[in-house]
Structure formats: C-alpha cells, structure tokens
C-alpha cells in the first residue's frame, strides 16, 4: 500500500469516527455545553447633533395665534339655524392638528345623517379641510365658503406637533363620556395621519426630541418673561396618555447627550409639515371634487344664503364672534421664526421654551406655564417675548459657538 492510499484511507475512517461518535453520544460521558455568549446590550447612542443657532438676528417673522379653547372640549352638536341643519366642529384649543381627522369624522357622520349628499363647510383651516375631505369621501357633494384660505388662517400659525391634548378641554367641566370621545378623536386621527408618512415634501414625519432639565429633580429656576396682565381662574388642563400611539421616552445617561443640563430624556415625536399639510390638503380637496368659494360670514342669518341644507361649522376662534359663543376662551401662543437649518433634525423643550425645527423655519415658542396666553386676545407680535425665548435655549450651544 503507498503513502497515498494509506491518506487516504485514514482520512475516511476520521470522517467515519465522527459519525459513529456522534451515533454513539450516549456511552460517553456528556461535556457541559459551553455558555452562549451574547453580544452585550447595545447602548443608546445620541447621533452627532447639529447645534442650534440661537439668535435674534436671525429671526425672520413673529406670528400669534389665538387657540379656541373651550371647558367642555370641541363643539360637535347639531342645531337649526336660518333653515339649515348646522353641525359644529370647533373649539379644539391647541390640538386643531392632533385631533382634526378623528373629529372630522363625527362631524361627517352628523351631517349625512338622513342620506343629505350636499353639504357646505364653513371655514378652510385644517378643521374645516379635514371635515370637507371626509364628507368628500363618503360621497358628499361637497364645497368650502371661507373668507381666507388655508396659509392665512390661524392653522397655519400653529406649532405643528402631535399634541392631542394641549389646552383641549378643563378636566374639572368636561362631562363624563369626554375622555372615551377624546380617546376617539385622537387614535383615529393618528391613524390618519400615519398614512402621509414618506410622501415627498414630509408633510409628516417622525422627529427626535429632547427635555431638558437643570436640576436632577426639577426644570430650574423660572425664567423671566414679559408679564400679560390678564385675570383668569384656575383651570386644570384636561390631559390623557394614549398608550401604543409612540415610542416610549426614556431618561439619558449624562454620556448619552451634548447638552449642559443635569437630566435629559429623550423620544420621538410626530411633526407637522403645516405649510406642505395645506397645500397638498387644499389640492386632494379639489382634485377629488370639491370646491371652495369667497365667503364672508358676519351672522348665523346669513347662511341662508347657501344653497346646502348641511353646513358644517368648522370656523375655530371665529366661533366666538360669528355666533357670539363666550364659552371659546382665546388662549394666546406666539412662534418667533428663525430662518431655516436643513441640518437640524430634532426638537427639545428646555424651561418652558419650546424649539422644533421646520422646513419654513426653526419654531422657538413659549409654552408654560400652563396658563401662559390664556383668555389673551392679543393678537399683536411681541419681540420682548421672542428674544427672551431665543435667549433662554441660547447657553445650551455657546460651548458648540466657541
């Protein structure tokens, strides 16, 4: 036998003493199978983040909106007026965006009650856009009577965040069915807005957020802004947790974030892309069918003029003038605009100021306390304001500026 074959003939009885070890495990005494050895837990790691420039040189506009906030939440009634049957869809505070398709659908189902397939809508902000789309969808002939369209009414002076229970309703007045109907309100339009999601121009998308704190246990110090003398009672803000509608927040290790504070937390939020949100909303409405017209409305009396029998009465703070309704209580809230940084893809929140960055600019805003604006009808701009605002988030990024 040569060299060769005797190779070759101990390479296959190896191969065939592997089989029969493996044949005949049980008459050996079995090894203790080496631990897994998992991969360790990867650490939540804060990207690179891009440093806000905050100045006030670079602020390019002031805005002021007027929220309509009312103790019982939204007015979603039906009432006779001047021989039409008018369902209201108003009076939704500061959470117009958050809730407008989940009350747009109570609003629908209102007015195409007795099989009406004509109807007007009054007012073309996002409650009133949302409203004439859904009724659009169901087979309603549908148009939009408003004196302003979309980009000058007071939706497009919002913050432009999911905020389904900002200054919505008093929990101390709201009847007992309000939370189930909030509850409503606020998934489905959560749902509706989910499926904007990754159409070109972001008119929604999904950003990182950031709170900050100065002390382990607290905000810090309050800062010191222009005082609005107005006299208001107390209110305790309605406001609900909506489980399995985002991703849980999660407090950061002082080596998980760049910024300067004692305590910081972090999640992810959904953002309004208000300026895209009413173009392409006024668009879907009129390639699908519907119409909108000029219309000046100075009493309820002159919706005889409409030829509708259904109007739906989507006219937010107007609501308090046009039919004299004193339960809307203005809730004021400004945005000092800086000019826009496409690098900044985050928001924080820092002492009561606000800071979320849009395509049409960086939003700084503040928002607290709680009662901050309310019962306010000052609608005029107020720099003091935005400088203090602009001023306040500053020192989070002079170690970025040095």
Not at 309 to 335: K, M
Request: proline content about 9%.
């Amino acid at each position: 036998m040569t060299t060769a074959d005797l190779r070759s003939r101990r390479a296959v009885l190896a191969g065939i003493g592997g089989l029969g070890a493996l044949g005949l495990a049980g008459c050996e005494t079995p090894r203790a199978a080496a631990p897994l050895a998992l991969p360790p837990r990867p650490r939540f790691v804060v990207p690179p983040l891009a440093p806000l420039k905050m100045r006030a040189d670079r602020i390019t506009r002031i805005t002021v909106c007027l929220r309509p906030f009312r103790d019982a939440g939204p007015r979603l009634d039906v009432e006779q007026v001047a021989g039409k049957r008018v369902v209201h869809n108003y009076g939704h505070g500061g959470s117009g965006w958050s809730l407008s398709w989940g009350s747009a659908r109570i609003a629908a189902a209102k007015a195409l009650q007795g099989g009406t397939r004509e109807v007007a809508v009054i007012g073309c902000g996002v409650i009133g856009l949302t409203s004439a789309l859904t009724l659009l969808r169901a087979g309603a002939k549908v148009t939009i009577y408003a004196a302003d369209r979309a980009p000058y009414t007071r939706s497009a002076r919002a913050t432009g965040t999911w905020s389904p229970d900002s200054r919505i309703a008093n929990a101390d007045k709201v009847d007992g069915a309000f939370p189930a109907l909030y509850d409503q309100m606020a998934r489905a339009s959560y749902a509706a807005w989910q499926t904007l999601l990754g159409l070109p121009g972001d008119p929604v998308a999904w950003t990182d957020r950031y709170t900050l704190f100065d002390a382990p246990d607290a905000g810090g110090p309050p800062v010191a802004f222009p005082e609005r003398p107005v006299s208001v009672p107390r209110v305790n803000f309605f406001e609900a947790d909506l489980p399995g509608t985002a991703p849980p927040w999660r407090s950061l290790e002082p080596s998980e974030h760049p910024f300067p504070v004692a305590r910081a937390r972090h999640g992810v939020s959904m953002q309004f892309n208000v300026a895209e949100l009413a173009h392409l909303l006024t668009s879907d409405f009129l390639v699908e069918g519907g119409r909108i017209e000029t219309m000046t409305f100075n009493t309820p009396a002159d919706l005889a003029r409409l030829a509708q029998p259904v109007v739906v009465n989507c006219t937010g703070y107007g609501a308090r003038a046009l039919w004299q309704d004193d339960s809307v209580t203005p809730v004021r809230g400004q945005i000092a605009w800086l000019a826009p940084q496409p690098e900044v893809s985050y928001g924080l929140y820092y002492r009561h100021v606000n800071v979320l960055p849009r395509p049409d600019g960086i939003v700084v805003q503040y928002g607290g306390p709680a009662m901050w604006g309310y019962g306010s009808e000052d609608e005029t701009p107020d720099r003091a304001e935005a400088e203090a605002a602009i001023a306040t988030v500053a020192p989070l990024f002079e170690t970025a500026r040095a």
